[in-house]
């Protein structure tokens, strides 16, 4: 569910108060400085830099929506670039002959002509910022602001420290990486110093500063007032000294890595106003007892390790108007003084100890909320009717407690939500204080005890301006009859108009047939999930003459569905998941989907397909297929040796580093772009809510296919799990098996297999699951490297096989022993399936599965990462 931007807006203020300072106050208050009416020309020297500095750069607005990280989004108000302040190309402007003074973004001083100072932030420079840049030829610079641009991922050049006079140093959020250089702890007349930085999805910081030169910087800027360190790496401790600046004003230091105690003395600071230090959750500490005189305006540490009890001195913070302790180990009663704090908007108390009764009356005094956030606090009793006093309340997530809202219903004029969170309140009825909630765009409602059909007038309220509705994890009844806004997302175009991209119904128990209205959104639709329903029927034919052009996700699986696939579908040029798993689907193989050049994910697991999937005048191949379950049904045949030829999206492993957890359309939050994907590995089923992009699997399990292993299979280099078991398949095992280095999960159970198991399956060293049993291979296991690792369950079932890890001897090896292991293991071992669900534990999912596949070279670096991101992924 997406936060209100209340939060943020202050921090939108304290930024553009900081450029207004960088950017106005020292262009039309300073006597030396001239203004954009100043008489005074810059020398030609500085303007010929000037324009020699515009040439090393293109303009181009940047797009920063892949680099967006959790702590980003919590530690900074511009985690949407459309949101940016003044965003235009000012160095467009620039132009020869004219006086450099007057140019948009440069300031001069009045007496000399020198330039001073260089605000270039929002400005679209593109391009790779040099050590021997022109800018550094202007030795007289002041301030320089270059926030939010695109300089290439290119280190910080450390000719920055030769600019002795500098006050003002502003480069967050530009896209620079590597080591911050030491050379910038010169800047000793530094007021404002702003490194920002972003994250990768898989945690890594693109800048890291050395703990020494950390400590530097703090020691050398002792008139320091405002610190940005965002989500640069400095895996350090906080210096000591940092206590010393005592006109330290703004500090943010989210995402940092630091670790150890966070010094008490830093909340004494007698001029600090905004304490923001969120996700270091390696970070120590307890709140002070404070005092009147505190200048604190907004404090977040978020999901750090800070514990104890919050002080009743906190209700002295008079000036504090964002409080944000979410994720922390904070216990016991929350203190009476913290409803006085009359100047609050934002109030985030998640996910700690607490062990307060009830939520107090005197949460009407907290007039000014805008954000209110109690999720798992612990509360209990009713929710009190002085929540009417709220007025201004537009985010409320008060979910996952045990509160009763009766008195809701009895209130009069509750304050207009924007976002209501009451998800797991253990609501048994839809809550009818909503009638009146026509300003809502998010509405959670999941994991409750809702029954019956949805009330005909919610679809009168949710027409207006609802974009998120999360009715997962309830017992609605009934057919679907409704209005077409049973969704989890929506979005609204620049022209106002609504349009539904995500429907999300699964896991209810709606019945009956599809409605043809569902059909009305086709050409906006994106992601369409009803999996785990109880629907009935032939598979809908809303994909008739076209209509779902932009569908990329159709998750029918888990249903009643009868009939044979709909060859509409066909039209559906942009499809990447199609998941008909686990319905009542009797046809034969839907050649026609080789032609569809976007499918990544094919299931039709547990249904009653039949016949062959080889077709010598119908198959092609398929070009971006990297996930196909066919397990448990019919089919039947023999494959050709050539039947794995133009497979290309398992022919090559995806380009990157593949610590990376890239997935499938990283577009929508986690919560909305779920097309859940069942995978049997290594023996198990396990739910898969995101898929990533490294995974490829092939299970043909269950059918009632024979003759030869293809030998094509030997293109499928990037193939991770392969499962053909429980088939008829005959011959060896191919040796060309051992070639295929990605694979980590083979299984060959119960076929006909015959012959020597061959030596090559040694070199699959991140194969951690092998399961060779129930054939009718012979003679000894070959010995060494990955194969030792194996218990006998993987080779039980096939008398004619010796050695290692089996009991019995290989003696004369052409002759196989025909007596049976005593000790062979059960068939029971490979036909369990405990499913890991995950669905509750959203993005916890995600990071489990990139990789339950791990081998063991791996798996050191999947446990540094996965306990490393969890406080994360528990958000």
Same mark, same amino acid.
């Given at each position: ?19 207004? %300072? ?31 500095? =515009? ?27 459309? +949101? ?17 003074? $007057? ?9 000399? &002509? ?18 021997? %840049? ?6 007289? #610079? ?9 300089? *290439? ?34 800047? $000793? ?34 008139? #320091? ?35 150890? =105690? ?22 120590? &500490? ?27 001195? +906190? ?20 203190? *009476? ?109 999941? *994991?409750?005890?809702?029954?019956? @059909? ?91 003459? &076209? ?165 094509? +299979? ?45 030596? @090559? #399956? ?11 049993? @129930?054939?009718?291979? $012979?003679?000894? +296991? ?8 194996? %218990? ?14 089996? *009991? ?20 029971? &071992? ?38 490393? =991101? ?6």
């Amino acid at each position: 569910m997406m936060k209100s931007i209340s939060f943020q807006n202050s921090h939108i203020i304290v930024y553009l108060i900081i450029f207004i %300072s960088c950017c106005g106050i020292y262009v039309s208050c300073d006597p030396n400085v001239s203004t954009a009416t100043s008489a005074f020309k810059c020398l030609p020297d500085q303007s010929t830099a000037l324009l020699e500095f =515009k040439q090393e750069f293109s303009l181009q607005k940047p797009n920063f929506s892949y680099y967006y990280y959790h702590c980003f989004m919590y530690s900074n108000p511009f985690y949407d670039d459309s +949101i940016l302040p003044h965003s235009y190309p000012k160095m467009k402007f620039w132009k020869e002959g004219k006086d450099c003074c $007057t140019w948009d973004g440069v300031a001069c001083d009045m007496k000399t &002509g020198q330039v001073v100072g260089l605000d270039l932030s929002y400005s679209w420079l593109q391009g790779p910022l040099r050590s021997n %840049s022109s800018l550094f030829k202007l030795h007289q #610079l002041q301030k320089v602001i270059l926030p939010y641009n695109n300089f *290439s991922f290119c280190h910080i050049p450390s000719e920055f420290g030769q600019l002795s006079r500098l006050t003002y140093l502003i480069l967050s959020y530009s896209m620079f990486s590597g080591e911050v250089p030491s050379e910038i702890s010169y800047l $000793t007349n530094l007021l404002y110093l702003g490194l920002s930085s972003f994250k990768s999805y898989d945690d890594t910081s693109f800048l890291y500063l050395k703990r020494v030169d950390f400590t530097r910087f703090i020691r050398n800027m002792t008139n #320091l007032r405002g610190l940005y360190l965002d989500q640069v790496n400095l895996s350090s401790s906080i210096p000591e000294s940092l206590t010393n600046l005592s006109s330290l004003t703004f500090l943010q230091l989210s995402g940092c890595d630091l670790y150890g =105690k966070f010094p008490e003395k830093i909340f004494q600071l007698p001029k600090l106003e905004l304490i923001i230090v969120p996700c270091n959750h390696l970070l120590t &500490g307890f709140l002070p007892q404070f005092h009147n005189l505190s200048s604190l305006t907004g404090l977040n540490l978020d999901m750090m390790n800070f514990s104890g009890k919050l002080p009743n001195s +906190i209700g002295l913070l008079e000036y504090l108007k964002e409080f944000a302790i979410r994720l922390c180990n904070f216990m016991g009663p929350l203190p *009476s003084s913290i409803w006085n704090l009359s100047n609050l908007n934002y109030l985030e108390l998640s996910q700690n100890n607490f062990n307060s009764p009830d939520l107090p009356s005197t949460l009407g005094n907290l007039a000014k909320l805008v954000d209110l956030s109690l999720h798992s606090a612990q509360f209990s009793g009713e929710v009190p009717s002085s929540l009417g006093n709220l007025t201004q309340l537009k985010y409320f997530d008060i979910s996952y407690n045990n509160l009763s809202f009766t008195k809701l219903n009895t209130i009069s004029e509750l304050p207009k939500f924007q976002t209501l969170v009451l998800g797991s309140c253990n609501l048994r009825e839809f809550p009818s204080f909503l009638k009146t909630q026509d300003q809502l765009e998010n509405l959670d409602l999941s *994991s409750n005890r809702i029954e019956g @059909q949805i009330p005909k007038w919610f679809w009168g309220i949710a027409k207006k301006k609802l974009e998120i509705l999360d009715l997962s994890h309830n017992k609605f009844q009934g057919s679907l009859d409704s209005p077409p806004l049973l969704t989890s997302f929506f979005d609204i175009s620049e022209n106002k108009k609504t349009y539904l991209r995500v429907l999300d119904i699964s896991k209810n128990q709606f019945s009956g047939t599809i409605p043809q209205w569902l059909g009305n959104f086709g050409s906006s639709l994106e992601i369409l999930n009803l999996q785990g329903n109880n629907f009935h029927g032939n598979l809908p034919q809303m994909f008739r003459n &076209g209509s779902m052009l932009n569908l990329k996700k159709l998750d029918l699986s888990d249903n009643q569905f009868q009939g044979k696939v709909p060859p509409f579908l066909i039209t559906c040029r942009k499809l990447q998941v199609l998941n008909l798993g686990h319905n009542q689907i009797s046809d034969t193989f839907p050649f026609w989907l080789q032609s569809m050049p976007e499918l990544q994910v094919l299931v039709l697991r547990w249904n009653k397909f039949y016949g062959p999937i080889w077709n010598p005048h119908k198959f092609r191949g398929f070009e971006s297929l990297r996930i196909m379950d066919l397990s448990f049904n019919n089919f039947s045949g023999r494959l050709p040796s050539e039947y794995f030829t133009n497979w290309v999206g398992m022919i090559q492993a995806p380009c990157g580093n593949k610590k990376t957890l890239i997935y499938m359309e990283d577009r929508y939050p986690f919560t909305y772009e779920r097309a859940s994907t069942i995978v049997t590995n290594k023996g198990v089923e396990m739910e898969l809510d995101r898929i990533l992009k490294t995974l490829t699997s092939i299970d043909l399990s269950n059918n009632r296919f024979d003759g030869e292993i293809p030998s094509s +299979i030997d293109n499928l280099q990037a193939l991770v799990v392969l499962n053909l078991s429980s088939n008829s398949f005959t011959g060896s095992i191919p040796p060309y098996l051992g070639n295929m280095s990605e694979l980590e999960s083979l299984d060959l159970s119960k076929n006909k297999l015959s012959g020597r198991i061959p030596q @090559q #399956l040694a070199n699959l060293t991140f194969l951690e699951y092998l399961n060779l049993s @129930q054939n009718q291979l $012979t003679g000894p +296991i070959p010995q060494g490297k990955q194969l030792n690792t194996f %218990s006998s369950s993987s080779f039980a079932g096939n008398p004619g096989l010796c050695g290692s890890p089996l *009991s019995r001897y290989c003696g004369n090896v052409d002759s196989p022993v025909v007596h049976h292991d005593k000790e062979v293991e059960s068939e029971d &071992g490979f036909t369990w399936k405990p499913v890991a669900v995950g669905y509750g534990f959203g993005i916890v999912v995600g990071f489990v599965i990139g990789h339950v596949i791990l081998s063991q070279r791996r798996s050191n670096w999947f446990w540094r990462s996965f306990v490393g =991101k969890f406080i994360y992924a528990a958000c």
